[in-house]
């Protein structure tokens, strides 16, 4: 019992505290939650996290939010989906309520945003070096065709192509591999 | 009913973002300001600045802010929860399928596509930040920003030299560095 209750706890405390220190938007989120549900925790293994931020990325709204819920989920069902979404929610949620409030003050937080400024090279950087470090662990585990994907999805945005049609060209090249082994 | 068309019109912003908060931003514009005027340009630029010194998704920062200023507290929750209807929906059914046939053969080979996708998608997403941090993006000469490339090369280095540690630690460490360096550059 206590540790039933310690899950679904633990689940809300981390979705959380994601959300509470995660500025900036965009993949940010990635190293964040492989940091925690995957190094940390030991919840989840990277292909599986991996394969619910594609999934994420897919489905409409936002990816930390979709992420998370596919985390609880995969954790305690529908419950747990519902707690790490609240998890996720409540943090931006009340700081801009807070923020609505005191509204007129924004010039003093220019401090905070100074320090944001400087942490966006260090941000630039975790991101590209999260897909760098992917790349070279479907290397070595010769995931040939992951590989050749990425390489395909590498050449479709050098065409400048809409990231919706990226994703549904890489699902159907799935589709046909998949029939193409199987015969 | 105020409440019912917050409700919707944020779920209809939910409903048409895919991608993510880049691909939010035109509809939330297009509907908050342009359609229903429930802020107007200047209010819009604020909610952007304030969404970017503040944790989270954008939407959720977006409903908050609009629901609080139209309807109070309660339409911030009526928006944020529309916002979110359209995912929880659609996420469940993923969720449920993808737990149930992950292991099958063609979920499988789809998956191992996405992912391969998304792995490429992150790549370039940090590749493109990089470039613009050094302010590169521009044919036009902009000043080639020298304390962020020091920043990048400093990060970089720890990233590969203490592989396991916390991206938070690195982010609130180089954004203290950088601060403290900008007061050195520019004497």
């Known amino acids: 019992m206590n540790n039933k209750q310690n899950i679904y706890w633990t689940i809300f405390i981390s979705t959380f505290y994601i959300s509470a220190v995660t500025f900036g938007g965009g993949y940010v989120i990635v190293p964040i939650l492989k940091k925690k549900f995957v190094e940390d925790l030991k919840y989840i293994d990277d292909e599986e996290m991996m394969n619910m931020i594609a999934i994420s990325q897919s489905s409409p709204g936002a990816v930390a939010i979709n992420t998370s819920m596919m985390i609880g989920f995969k954790l305690k069902g529908a419950l747990g989906g519902f707690i790490s979404v609240l998890g996720t929610v409540l943090p931006p949620f009340l700081i801009i309520s807070l923020i609505s409030i005191f509204y007129d003050n924004l010039s003093k937080m220019?401090?905070?945003?100074?320090?944001?400024?400087?942490?966006?090279?260090?941000?630039?950087?975790?991101i590209f070096n999260v897909a760098f470090?992917?790349?070279?662990s479907s290397k070595e585990k010769k995931e040939n065709y992951v590989l050749f994907i990425i390489m395909i999805t590498l050449i479709l945005s050098l065409f400048k192509i809409n990231m919706m049609?990226?994703?549904?060209?890489?699902?159907?090249?799935?589709?046909?591999?998949y029939f193409v082994k199987r015969r | 009913?105020?409440?019912?068309?917050?409700?919707?019109?944020?779920?209809?912003?939910?409903?048409?973002?895919?991608?993510?908060?880049?691909?939010?931003?035109?509809?939330?514009?297009?509907n908050i300001v342009n359609n229903y005027k429930w802020l107007n340009n200047s209010e819009f630029l604020d909610l952007l600045s304030i969404s970017q010194m503040t944790p989270g998704p954008i939407a959720i920062n977006a409903a908050t802010f609009v629901g609080t200023k139209v309807a109070g507290v309660f339409g911030a929750i009526v928006a944020t929860l529309g916002f979110i209807t359209p995912s929880a929906i659609i996420i469940s059914i993923f969720s449920y399928i993808y737990f149930k046939y992950k292991d099958l053969g063609i979920f499988k080979s789809i998956l191992n596509s996405l992912r391969g996708s998304v792995i490429a998608l992150i790549g370039i997403s940090g590749y493109k930040m990089i470039l613009q941090q050094l302010h590169l993006e521009n044919n036009y000469n902009d000043n080639f920003n020298i304390l962020n490339l020091t920043l990048m090369i400093i990060t970089f280095i720890i990233l590969r030299i203490v592989k396991k540690i916390d991206p938070l630690i690195v982010m609130l460490c180089i954004g203290i560095l950088g601060m403290f360096l900008s007061g050195i550059f520019s004497v």
């Open chain 1, 165 to 177: 049609y990226i994703l549904l060209i890489s699902a159907l090249l799935g589709i046909i591999n």
């Open chain 2, 1 to 30: 009913m105020l409440y019912l068309k917050l409700y919707l019109v944020f779920a209809k912003i939910g409903l048409f973002s895919i991608g993510g908060g880049y691909a939010s931003l035109p509809l939330i514009e297009e």
């Open chain 1, 110 to 126: 220019q401090l905070f945003s100074k320090f944001l400024q400087y942490t966006q090279p260090a941000i630039a950087v975790i």
């Open chain 1, 133 to 136: 470090n992917l790349i070279l």
